[in-house]
């Protein structure tokens, strides 16, 4: 994948995704690897495609905000981009019916909301709503591979939550917008972080309490202090680097609710993963 690709599909940013799908399939109470590692494929096929999709649909919109994107910049052609997200989609609902049926309808329901977020809804008021119905979803497709999906569903509501406050302050990275963004943001962010880890201290083995701890405090420490930041200055280079925190914290909340449900051997590996993706971020927007 050359540099303009990967700028278009968020090469870093997909690093997020296979969190979900540990943090849903932990919540159904585990899964045989094979099907964890199918979902997890499906996913960041889906996230490649609704990245490829968005900046085709806001070709026009970023040759003024963000000429150097690969569209505007004609790095990527536009039917390239949009072949490439058809392309992709289609990739994530194949991998996903090798699944199983509930995985594709879960996949499904992934791809239609993203499409329906970039085509339309992005830039209304639903727009972080339906981002957060499309990260929620996400977390249901990783409990598809767990015994009881069920039990998925309040992990799936803590991520979607995160993504739609970290989608509601993307909307003023471009140029910049009031304190009260990023501080709402900061709030959103310590209530998930309480919410998380209060039950985790009241039951469970210790390496359960641990782990959830410790992925509840990776969370705060990554999308905090930038959102302070952006508090302090709400320009938009700053509120960007807040939105950037906030993709990131993705990982160690996931590796919290992965650690709450029982599973605190997955907190190292995301955690690493967390890692990966600041180095690459580095090299690569994730926005």
Do not use: F
Not at 86 to 113: F, I, K, N, Q, Y
């Amino acid at each position: 994948m050359n540099r303009a690709w990967a700028e278009l599909v968020r090469g870093p940013a997909a690093l997020t995704v296979p969190g979900d799908i540990v943090a849903g399939a932990a919540a159904a109470g585990g899964a045989p690897a094979r099907r964890v590692a199918l979902a997890a494929a499906s996913s960041v096929c889906l996230y490649w495609s609704g990245m490829a999709l968005n900046d085709w649909a806001d070709r026009d919109i970023d040759a003024h905000e963000r000429p150097g994107r690969p569209i505007p910049s004609g790095r990527v052609r536009p039917a390239a981009a949009l072949g490439a997200a058809t392309g992709l989609t289609a990739a994530g609902l194949a991998l996903a019916a090798a699944h199983s049926r509930a995985a594709l309808a879960a996949a499904g329901a992934v791809a239609a909301t993203a499409w329906a977020y970039d085509l339309g809804a992005k830039h209304t008021k639903a727009g972080p709503a339906a981002m957060g119905a499309a990260r929620a979803l996400n977390v249901v497709l990783g409990a598809t591979s767990g015994a009881a999906p069920h039990r998925a569903l309040p992990a799936a509501a803590v991520v979607g939550a995160h993504t739609a406050a970290v989608t509601t302050l993307s909307r003023h990275e471009a140029h910049g917008g009031p304190r009260s963004a990023p501080l709402a943001a900061l709030a959103a962010a310590l209530g998930t972080a309480a919410a998380v880890a209060a039950p985790a201290r009241a039951a469970g083995p210790a390496p359960q309490r641990a782990g959830t701890a410790a992925g509840a405090a990776a969370y705060v420490l990554t999308t905090a202090p930038p959102l302070l930041r952006a508090a302090r200055e709400p320009s938009g280079p700053l509120v960007r680097q807040g939105v950037v925190a906030g993709l990131s914290a993705l990982v160690p909340l996931q590796a919290a609710l992965a650690a709450r449900a029982g599973r605190p051997g997955a907190v190292p590996a995301l955690l690493a993963t967390l890692a990966a993706a600041r180095r690459l971020s580095r090299k690569v927007t994730p926005t």
